[in-house]
């Protein structure tokens, strides 16, 4: 059975899942559903078609599925897709997609801090770290093990790499490359991510080879397309170096240089 705080307003159409805690001044819309083990702890509002996978916590003023702050909504039934394990602290506000039929979309085990700001049509992987008011406009994409700084602010459209890390208080209007650390205003790639690489695990035959590639990439002053080919040549096929060549050749936006 749910524990639900008298004081919280569930729709009886909701979908609460067992062992979970609703605190005090909560309010839950029809459409949520809300996976086992959950804890929102108070003044928690979670509104529009948004289901959240079990073991989620969400601390107090945290506002999750309310409806798009983009202009451009016409209305329809747009989604918010929670998976596991994720905290959620204080004020923190995920918006659900703008357009008929698309979900804005948070992996699983992210913690993210207070006031962060995660906008419609978003696509979060997992095991990110979002630090207190770092804020994502509309669309934007981050991959997996990312940590943005605190204040950092990402453009529309811009992707995040996997593994890669952004400063405080950055302003980041391209993408991000995996693997690497991006900072200043507007944010460039400054170096290689050494500590983020080391705490998942990836390999000094891996870190090498990628400290090389951020050399051709970003100091040799080549075109995206020469520095990849010449990566292509030059290093070996690890899969680290296969994902960064095939996130810039993807990229549309340019890289963060």
């Known amino acids: 059975m749910a524990r639900i705080h008298p004081t919280a307003v569930v729709h009886p159409k909701a979908s609460i899942g067992c062992n979970c805690d609703i605190g005090p001044f909560c309010v839950i819309a029809e459409h949520v559903v809300i996976g086992s083990d959950c804890r929102l702890h108070s003044h928690v509002v979670i509104e529009g078609h948004t289901t959240l996978g079990r073991a ?3 601390f107090p003023f945290a506002c999750i599925g309310l409806k798009t702050q983009d202009l451009k909504w016409n209305g329809g039934t747009t989604f918010t897709q929670i998976g596991d394990s994720n905290t ?3 004020h923190v506000t995920i918006h659900s ?5 698309d979900s804005t979309v948070v992996g699983s085990n992210n913690h993210i801090l207070a006031y962060a ?3 419609h049509d978003v696509k979060l992987g997992s095991h990110i770290i979002m630090s207190n008011v770092a804020t994502l406009a509309g669309h934007v994409i981050v991959e997996d093990h990312a940590v943005v700084g605190g204040l950092a602010a990402v453009h529309q459209f811009c992707r995040i790499g996997r593994m890669s890390i952004i400063g405080g208080c950055s302003k980041v209007v391209q993408d991000v490359p995996p693997y690497m650390l991006a900072d200043g205003n507007p944010a460039q790639t400054r170096a290689l991510n050494k500590v983020g690489l080391e705490r998942n695990g990836v390999g000094e035959k891996s870190q090498a080879a990628l400290k090389k590639a951020h ?3 970003f100091r040799d002053g080549l075109t995206i ?3 990849l080919k010449r990566i292509e040549e030059e290093l070996p096929a690890l899969p680290e170096i296969q994902h960064l060549i095939a996130f810039a ?3 549309e936006r340019g890289l963060s240089k």
């Open 88 to 90: 959620f602290r204080e």
């Open 97 to 101: 997609a703008t357009s008929d039929g």
């Open 249 to 251: 050749r993807a990229s």
């Open 56 to 58: 989620n916590e969400i």
């Open 225 to 227: 397309s020469n520095a």
């Open 117 to 119: 700001h995660i906008a």
């Open 215 to 217: 050399k051709i990439l």
